[in-house]
């Protein structure tokens, strides 16, 4: 190997390098951003602030299909990959044991799937 | 793993706290938004299933949990708890549009990017004073 270790001839190893995650962390986050404004805007325009109404911002129903929580479902599902990707980066960044940051990863990836897994529950209940 | 990382470079691993805060406070202002961004990310995480899904899911179930919801944030500590929620979303909010801009090459040179990035600092912990003051009931 040459000893240009940077720029567009550095050595890229390993599978994918990362660029996966880097897209879906910023797809997911503008897919949240979007979120934000069209939840922002349902909440404006929804009139009195009860239950009714608020509910119905999560659970409102279009054509017989649950768009309200379909969107809520994507939204969240973006929220937890996003999350993954962030706290999996801060784990490579600080704990430099392998084993520990393994260990690391999987308790957020169980606390991941068990947040999706509540957050489900309560939605798909409405 | 790779090469390109192979090379020795020096490491202080030594720092003390007062240390690595006059560190901290030395900072340019976007490495100040970026360890703020990714600090608020961290908050959020473990928020996220303790306290964001459940007082959700008390606002939506029934008429009744969206009542016991006064009762929830009639608690001074918890207004806290939310508070610091509302300015880690904000600043994680904030910070991630112009991360999104950086991508896109919007705003890179080195004036700009220090001035978005005090902005981001800013118009996040105004828009939390805002809402700190409508859940404190000032209006």
Same mark, same amino acid.
């Given at each position: 190997?040459?000893?240009? %270790?940077? %720029?567009? +001839? ?7 390098? %990362? ?20 939840? =922002? =805007? %349902? ?58 940051? =393994? ?17 489900? +529950? ?5 | ?41 961290? *908050? ?11 007082? $959700? ?8 949990? $969206? ?10 500590? $918890? ?13 994680? $909010? ?8 950086? !991508?896109?090459?919007?705003?890179? !040179? ?20 805002? *809402? ?8």
């Amino acid at each position: 190997m040459d000893q240009q %270790g940077y %720029g567009q +001839k550095r050595l890229v190893v390993g599978a994918h390098y %990362g660029t996966l995650d880097f897209i879906a962390q910023r797809v997911t986050g503008v897919i949240m951003a979007v979120y934000t404004v069209v939840l =922002l =805007l %349902g909440f404006l325009f929804m009139g009195e602030l009860n239950y009714e109404n608020w509910r119905n911002l999560f659970a409102f129903t279009c054509l017989g299909l649950p768009v309200g929580q379909m969107l809520a479902t994507a939204a969240f599902l973006s929220v937890v990959w996003h999350a993954w990707i962030g706290v999996r980066d801060i784990w490579m960044d600080y704990v430099r044991s392998a084993g520990l940051r =393994l260990f690391c990863q999987v308790l957020t990836l169980l606390w991941l799937v068990g947040t999706v897994a509540f957050f489900a +529950k309560i939605l798909w209940s409405l | 793993m790779s090469e390109t990382a192979s090379k020795r470079r020096p490491q202080y691993r030594n720092l003390t706290v007062p240390q690595l805060l006059i560190y901290l406070s030395r900072m340019p202002l976007a490495a100040k938004t970026s360890i703020l961004h990714r600090a608020s990310g961290a *908050l959020l995480f473990l928020c996220l299933p303790l306290v964001i899904v459940p007082l $959700f899911g008390r606002s939506v179930t029934s008429p009744e949990t $969206f009542a016991s919801l006064a009762e929830w944030t009639a608690n001074p500590l $918890f207004k806290l708890v939310l508070l610091a929620i509302i300015w880690g979303y904000l600043h994680h $909010f904030c910070a991630g549009i112009r991360y999104l801009a950086l !991508d896109m090459h919007k705003g890179n !040179d080195k004036v700009t990017a220090q001035k978005s990035a005090g902005a981001v600092i800013v118009v996040s912990l105004a828009l939390t004073v805002v *809402l700190g003051l409508k859940l404190f009931g000032v209006w």
